[in-house]
């Protein structure tokens, strides 16, 4: 028997998500929720954002988003969080839960994916949900302490299971009375999906990904940044180096005047835009490669990662690379995220500097990934550590197996 045939078509679920990195491990989640219950009725509630990325599976949204002034890092500048209220954050809150209570009368569970906003709206409901606390490790402070609100969703009887993003986390909690905790991989992992492309490097020379972010418009401020960086690095390495970015494909796509803003991006720091995806500096000799397509592909393939991005860097991390970070002016990217990205993932992780970075910056950051693509016994640390701190593909299938045996098959 497959899983339509112990599966009623007219089962509901809902994913209530607060992020980008939340709403990408979502979508990993509803993949693999699809292929083992194909007849299941999904609906999506992204709390921040247009929730793109379920709209890109063709999910059904079921209620009201907007992007708000913070992009959902409020936690980086209290004032952005003026901001966000004065943009109507409450308003678009409210209207939101209201959505997910009506929509959740007819679901079987939800699955709340980040902190106590979508726990809140999962309770809500008054239907049974899981919880994946993606931003949420005993890494940053070796101990968890949720605020009592929080502690009270994830005790109730209807919270059935609590997934989290390592299996230091999973222990802690479950030494504190959180017996409902488990670990079975972080599902972002898979969706490091190779494509295959041809990124015409040379073989014999060290790879440096560099990672800007998919935020714009700081994606291209940081992009900025990091190709200063190369300009710098290039020479400490007479054999050769190479570069190549994994941008989002908005840096690539014509803006509302016709503009590429890639090619903006680039003039403003001196370097030459090729329609063919390269960028080149005449005065350096640097040709970089600039991709959207190939991420995966440019992971895999990399020696080291200069980055300014949140789960991209984790995902790079669980893939054994070694990361040089530069701090930048935000909203996202600031020290206070870099010195946290530290924490949760461990000695896999240099931070140059504490402010947005500066010429002197640059310098450190690029004697850094001279002295790390030397240093045989940390890369092999890096490797060891990222399958500590992340781990591999494959959670996403497994939380899925649990929802579904959990909430949707039958005898």
Known sequence: ????????????????????????NAIQIVRALRQQVPDVEIGAMPIVGYG????????????????????????????????????????????????????GEDCEAIFAIGDVVVLLGAYLT????????????????????????????????RCRQIFTRDRYTAELLN?????????????????????????QLSPNLPLVALLPGSRLPEAGTNLQLLLDLAIVTSPLFPNGIQFCAAITPNLCLPDATGAIPLQQVAAQRGWDYHPSGYLTHPDR??????????????????????????????QAVGLGKPIVQ???????????????????????????????????????????????????????????NGMERIGGAGGGDAMARIFANRFLKTD
């Open 126 to 157: 008054g239907k049974p949900y899981i919880s994946f606390m993606v931003s949420s490790s005993a890494y940053y402070e070796h101990r968890m302490q949720y605020p009592k609100l929080t502690e009270w969703l994830l005790k109730s009887d």
């Open 52 to 103: 793109n990325a379920y709209r890109n599976l063709k999910i059904d949204i079921i209620g009201p988003t907007e992007a708000l002034p913070s992009g959902g890092f409020v936690y980086n500048d209290r004032f952005k969080l003026l901001e966000d209220i004065r943009s109507g954050l409450f308003t678009l809150l409210w209207r939101q839960i209201q959505s997910v209570r009506k929509y």
């Open 285 to 314: 000799q640097i040709k970089l490669r600039c991709l959207y397509d190939a991420f995966a592909d440019i992971l895999y393939q990399c020696d080291l990662v200069a980055g300014m991005a949140g789960t991209a860097i984790e």
């Open 175 to 199: 030494q504190q009375g959180y017996d409902k905790a488990i670990f079975v991989g972080f599902p972002a992992m898979d969706a490091l999906e190779i494509t295959g492309k041809d990124l």
């Open 326 to 384: 530069i701090p930048g002016a935000g909203p996202q990217f600031t020290y206070t995220f870099a010195e946290a990205q530290m924490r949760l993932l461990g000695s896999s992780i240099q931070t140059i500097g504490t402010k947005p970075a500066t010429a002197e910056t640059i310098t450190q950051a690029a004697q850094a990934i001279q002295r790390t693509l030397g240093d045989e016994v940390y890369l092999q640390q890096c490797r060891e």
């Open 1 to 24: 028997m497959n899983s339509s045939d112990s599966t009623r078509s007219t089962k509901k679920v809902l994913f209530i998500s607060n992020g980008h990195g939340e709403d990408l």
